[in-house]
C-alpha cells in the first residue's frame, strides 16, 4: 500500500498518566507529535479518509477518531482521491 499523504500533528496525549506527567499541574495534558499516513477514497459518492497513525512501538494503527480524519481530509490537497 502506498499512502499519498503523510504528516505529523500535535496530539494531546489522554492517557490516564498524562495528567502525572503535566510537571503537576493537574488538568493540563502534555502535547506529543504523532506520524499519520493517509489517502482519500470514494464511499456512498463521497470522499473518505482511510487513515494510521504510527504508535512508540512503531506499529502503524487505524484512525478511528471523527474530528482528527476530518483535520486529515482538510489537510489533503485539492481533496485527491486514489
Not at 12 to 18: H, Q, S
Amino acid at each position: 500500500m502506498i499512502w499519498p499523504h503523510t504528516t505529523v500533528l500535535p496530539v494531546e496525549r489522554t492517557d490516564r498518566y498524562a495528567d502525572q506527567q503535566a510537571e503537576g499541574v493537574r488538568g493540563i495534558r502534555p502535547i506529543v507529535y504523532k506520524n499519520f499516513r493517509w489517502y482519500i477514497e470514494m464511499f456512498d459518492g463521497r470522499p473518505r479518509v482511510v487513515a494510521e497513525h504510527q504508535q512508540q512501538n512503531g506499529k502503524w494503527v487505524a484512525v478511528r477518531h471523527p474530528d482528527r480524519l476530518v483535520q486529515l481530509l482538510a489537510l489533503t490537497p485539492d481533496r485527491e482521491v486514489s
